[in-house]
């Protein structure tokens, strides 16, 4: 039987992919005006394509352990096909800026849902008062 659903373990999974999406896209604007930096991203959709087209398991019956990857779910990889400026460098501070708004709205969307969760957790917990 199962106690909580996976919702809260997914938020947790989707709050440390946005923490690491943050990091990478501060690490490309601190780098802004460093000499032949290559600019990085972190990519969620190639990991999960990859490692889909690898899983050929099955699972005969509900009791079984569920079948998966203990990999955090996604990759930093490096954008080496660009160049911005003169000096090598490659990142463009008008994109990595909007990614940084978008991702912050999401960081903030998952965070208040899973202040959500746990607050109706409570609310079971104390009975409903």
Do not use: C, W
């Amino acid at each position: 039987m199962k106690l909580f659903s996976n919702t809260i373990t997914n938020l947790e999974n989707a709050i440390s992919y946005s923490t690491a999406k943050q990091k990478v896209i501060s690490n490309n604007i601190a780098n802004i005006d460093t000499p032949n930096y290559k600019a990085q991203e972190v990519r969620f959709n190639k990991v999960l394509t990859n490692e889909l087209s690898k899983f050929d398991a099955f699972k005969t019956n509900a009791k079984h352990i569920d079948f998966g990857s203990s990999s955090k779910g996604y990759q930093i990889v490096t954008r080496n096909n660009t160049n911005y400026q003169h000096n090598g460098n490659n990142v463009d501070i008008d994109q990595e800026m909007t990614e940084m708004a978008k991702n912050q709205i999401q960081y903030n969307a998952l965070i208040d849902r899973l202040s959500s969760k746990y607050n109706s957790l409570k609310t079971v917990i104390k009975g409903g008062n």
